[in-house]
Nanobody
């Protein structure tokens, strides 16, 4: 399974950005997908997870500002981020959770830097 992230970069505080993840798997059969992030010296943390359009999880720090989408037909997982803050600076990793239990598949990561 291949996951290829895109869309990272440098954004000013208060700005918006969308990260995209193209996957080679049949996304419609995947239990869950989403995004983690990791800052230097920190553990990787869940940002957003999506099982269905009505079944999502978000880190408390991004609720109301970030939104995750999965398009099973296009085989993409997107993360829309609004009102970005400097503490969002991290490498963002797309992931797939093929089954309720078992290993995850990971992308290579894309860097987001929020800085004026």
């Amino acid at each position: 399974v291949q996951l290829v992230e895109s869309g990272g970069g440098l954004v000013q505080p208060g700005g918006s950005l969308k990260l995209s993840c193209a996957v080679s798997a049949k996304l419609s059969t995947v239990y869950a997908a989403g995004w983690y992030r990791q800052s230097p010296g920190q553990e990787r943390e869940l940002v957003a997870a999506i099982r269905t359009a009505s079944d999502q999880d978000y880190a408390d720090s991004v609720k109301g500002r970030f939104a995750v989408y999965r398009d099973n037909a296009k085989k993409t997982v997107d993360l829309e981020m609004n009102n970005l803050k400097p503490d969002a600076t991290a490498v963002y990793y797309c992931y797939l959770q093929p089954h309720w239990e078992g290993n995850y598949d990971w992308g290579q990561g894309t860097q987001l830097t929020v800085n004026s």
